[in-house]
């Protein structure tokens, strides 16, 4: 995997993994969290919108399961 960085206040970069289907986002502070059973079409509509956190905040955060992991 490799980290993709993103421009947000909020978010400073996400890991994805296909093949299990996790999401893990930092965000900037550096805190960790990894979402599970992800679809890759929620990780591109996060990578393509014009505000990742607003997206976030609507399309993953109380939507997936997660943990976190730092």
Known sequence: MM????????LRGLDYNPNTATL???FQNARAYLYFRVPPKIV?????AESA??????H???CFSYRRIK
């Open 44 to 48: 591109h509509g996060l990578l393509k």
């Open 24 to 26: 893990t986002v930092t």
């Open 3 to 10: 980290t993709i960085p993103l421009r947000s206040s909020n």
């Open 53 to 58: 956190g607003r997206f976030f905040h609507l």
């Open 60 to 62: 993953i955060r109380d």
